[in-house]
């Protein structure tokens, strides 16, 4: 039995962060769950995925966020108890919804799990999605520990369907990743089937219906803002002149600094747990009782202009401020030390920090860049690619491992804005300019959000080459299935979409399917499409090693070997494709046996054929 089926109520359990969600979704008896991954909230529906014939819980890989949002909004106004869960610009994907969503509202109780990326760990931005519940009036819980991730989820089901609008939770990378004990409720019961009720002058929103529907939202809106005047999660803890306010991962920082700095009995700390509506009376009252505040808070001055507001409009004079104090900043992840400066600088606390090691005499780490795994297909596929079109070609790319072509020696990636943009942004370059384009994008990405731009590529006559990376899962987010994959070695009984015949279907003309270990053939369809006159796609199809492997899928051959007495040392192996498995000992080029996965790229670039399979 998974372990967060296992009933144990009252008993504690050692969880992810992530995972405390998934027990606080079924602890309030969530039957329907929908999801497009994203680290950092991958491990969410990734326990669902793992339960699946244990519960009779619906769950789906839904194509992209806007699907799973839209999914999932259907389920939640039927009467289903419903959670979608997204990384921070997945929840741009599905704002298109989301926005309505909040007019039309819900009958089950729906949340929304938004996970946001400071410091950009596995991101292309840190955007700062507190300004989501600000945007479309839903209310907003921000939970400080493992734990709370779990009873916020109960919670925030209940508050959804007294309010009957969906309710998204914020956590951050730091808690989504961290693990500790959690007490654990009862599993509660749950209902799988419901009755949709039709009322299309609510549910259909034409201009005239969503006229009474945004009044409908204020109106709720106004009943959140009570909900959180009351919250017993958003609380002052203290009763010092020295006022602090906190939220998500920085509260306990903060907490940590007060403690640190032995100034306990000094200070205020306001902790707001549910976030949006911002409780304007309790803030007041604290700002009141205390001489001056301190915000903490990652990413935007969120809270801080939103107290500055209320200050202002009540007439509190004292400072408030958070920017800009210590390492306070819009920038990145804080830490402990930061938030323990920045308190003893704000509020004059004599600190002179920890002493930092002198490691003047300590040599360097050597770097440890990102790089594609060993035997990669798509190191192969970047290679013959280049060997065609060359370095000066434009190059957009996409969201997934093959982003990593980013990186010399491969050199091949000149613009990546957002899932699928590498079509889109083909489109423009190859209209803007005489050069040559050629985009990447994986299978993955391509059904999430690539075949738009392909059929506006087909249909505005755009010349250039687009190229699927097909390695038949989602591999960057932790293999997790998609259209394109055969889900039958994973036990779960989906339709597999032909990328192919998806792309044929676009009206593409000029496609080739290419193995991309077999470079000779791949150059020469690759050669084919460079005077295309129009749009050509080529599908390079080989699975992930990785991913084969944990699929027992995974031919075992023999590892290659350098054979010292051909090898003249040119380093076309090194310099041209990079792989991990290969390394300078001394002045040689050897290969670590253990890493490579007898793929044979190397071995075909190498100009004296001198890298040959073992023969143990």
Known sequence: MHKLL????????????????????????????????????????????????ETDIYFEYSTNEKVAMEVGAAAAIAGLRTMVTLKHVGLNVASDPLMTLAYV???????????????????????????????SSLPMLEPTNVQEMKDITVAAFDLSEELELPV??????????????????????????????KNP???????????????????????????????????????GKWGIVANGVSFNYVSDAVSDLGISDKVSI??????????KDLCTRFMKKVDKVLVVEELEPVMENDLK?????????????????????RLFEYDPGMIRKAVAEYFGVDYKGTEILDLSEVPELPGRPPNLCAGCPHRATYYSVKQVYGPDAVYPTDI??????????????????????????????????????????????????????????????????????????????????????????????????????????????????????????????????????????????????????????????RPFYINHNKCKNHRDCINLLACPAMYLDGEQVEIDKNLCTACSVCAQVCPENAILPLKE
């Open 400 to 557: 997934g491992c093959y982003t990593l072509g980013l990186l010399p020696p491969i050199s091949m990636a000149d613009l990546v804005i957002c899932m699928g943009s590498s079509v889109s942004t083909g489109c423009g370059f190859s209209q803007a300019t005489d050069q040559k384009v050629v985009s990447f994008i994986g299978d993955s990405t391509f059904f999430h959000s690539g075949i738009t731009g392909l059929v506006n590529a087909v249909h505005n006559n755009h010349k250039f080459t687009l190229v699927i990376l097909d390695n038949g899962t989602t591999a960057m987010t932790g293999h997790q299935p998609h259209p394109g994959v055969n889900t039958e070695p994973m036990g779960v009984d989906l339709t597999q979409l032909s990328v192919e015949e998806v792309v044929r279907g676009c009206g593409v003309k000029d496609v080739h399917v290419v193995k991309p270990f077999k470079l000779k053939k791949t150059i020469e369809s690759v050669k084919a499409t460079m005077e295309y006159d129009g749009i050509s796609v080529i599908i390079s199809k080989e699975a992930c090693p990785l991913f084969a492997k944990a699929m027992g899928q995974f031919k075992k051959s």
């Open 6 to 53: 296992i009933e144990n109520s009252g008993k504690e359990m050692l969880l992810l962060g992530n995972e405390a969600i998934a027990r606080g979704a079924l602890e309030a008896g969530v039957s329907f769950v929908t999801c497009y991954p994203g680290t950092p909230s991958s491990e969410i529906p990734e326990q669902f995925f793992k339960m699946g014939k």
């Open 201 to 239: 002058f609510h549910f259909v929103a034409v201009p005239a219906v969503s006229r009474n529907l945004h009044k409908l939202l204020l109106e709720k809106y106004d009943r959140a803002l009570e909900k959180s005047e009351n919250w017993p999660g958003n609380t002052i803890v203290g009763s």
């Open 270 to 279: 306001l902790k707001l747990e549910f976030s949006w509506p911002l409780p």
């Open 168 to 197: 998204i939770i914020r956590t951050t990378t730091r808690l989504n990743h961290i693990s500790a004990a959690v007490k654990l409720g009862d599993l509660k019961p749950i209902k799988t089937k419901d009755t949709f009720q």
């Open 105 to 135: 509202g819900v009958k089950g109780g729906m949340v929304i799990i938004n996970a946001d990326d400071p410091f950009c760990f596995s991101s292309q931005n840190e955007q700062d999605n507190r300004y989501y519940a600000r945007l």
């Open 309 to 329: 507001a209320i200050a202002q409009e009540s007439g509190i004079t004292i400072p408030i401020k958070g920017k800009g104090i210590a390492g306070l900043s």
